[in-house]
Structures are given as C-alpha cells and as structure tokens.
C-alpha cells in the first residue's frame, strides 16, 4: 500500500516539543510505525500551509493510495486545507497525539474532520499505528 504521511507545522520539532503532551517519538519514529503496517511511506512535513496544499494536490494521481495526516494546529481553522483533503479521492486518516479534547477549547474542533474517514485522537505514537491499520481497512474495502 502506498501511504502518504504528511504532517503540518510544528510537527517537525516532535521529540523534544512538550514531551508531556506529545511523547517523545520523532517524525522518523512515526514514519517507522506506520512503515511496520503500510509497507511504502512517503512522508512530508512543512511548517507552511500552501505546501501541504500543494503536496495534497500532488497525491491526486500519483499512486497515493491512502493519506495519513497530522495537520498540527491548521487542523482547527484551515478552510483552505479541509478544501484540499476534501479533493483527494483515497481515504484519509486524520491523527493527532494528543487528546486534543482533553485540551483547550480551542482544540477540540477540527474542520477536517468532516471531509476525512477516520479520527484518532490521544494515543499518542500508537495513534499512527492505528492509523495504518484504519487506512489498510479502508483501501481493502474500497
Ligand atoms: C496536534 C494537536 C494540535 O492541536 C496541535 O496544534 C498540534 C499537534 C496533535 O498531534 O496532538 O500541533 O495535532
């Protein structure tokens, strides 16, 4: 399975970002994780929203089959990416570490969730171990 895993800002400074709230697990820990169940990972990470945009645009048609993504705090306000995510035609899995509604109130709405398969909140790296398992689901079913 061919699996894009893209990450939005802030997300590059995990292992030593917050470790109470977000574990200790690097971006190449979690592209091992979803490695161990996807097979293929290519995985992106941007502190910018056009790139993640223009990243999602690119998986339309190049053989993604399923997207995992970790949008950081777009995930709460990004119209523009909730427009991109709801473009692509493959499942995707939306996946935050943190129990984002055990957090600020801020947090606890996602406007991609609407336009995504499957949510995984607060299971820290083993969220994105999950997520594998949901996005291998989906594309078996598809
Ligand atoms: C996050 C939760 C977001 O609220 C936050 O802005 C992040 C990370 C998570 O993985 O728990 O950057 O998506």
């Known amino acids: ?3 894009l895993l ?3 800002p802030n997300l590059s400074q995990l292992g030593s970002r917050d470790p109470a709230v977000y574990g ?3 971006l190449a820990d979690l592209e ?3 490695a161990a169940v996807a097979g293929e990972v290519d995985a992106f990470q941007s502190e910018y929203e056009g790139a993640l945009l223009e990243r999602l645009h690119a998986a339309r048609g190049d053989g993604t089959e399923a997207v995992i993504l970790n949008p950081g705090a777009l995930t709460h306000y990004s119209y ?3 427009d991109a995510v709801e473009l692509l035609d493959v499942p ?3 996946v935050h570490l943190s129990q984002v509604h055990a957090r600020e109130p801020f ?3 996602s406007v991609i969730s609407g336009v995504v398969a499957v949510t995984i909140t607060g299971a820290g790296a083993y969220g994105y ?3 594998a398992l949901a996005a291998r689901r989906l594309v078996e079913d598809a």
């Open 107 to 109: 947090r606890h709405h």
């Open 80 to 82: 523009a990416l909730r």
């Open 92 to 94: 995707v899995v939306e």
């Open 24 to 26: 200790h697990a690097t």
């Open 32 to 34: 091992a994780e979803v």
């Open 1 to 3: 399975m061919q699996v």
């Open 6 to 8: 893209a990450h939005g």
């Open 129 to 131: 171990h999950l997520a």
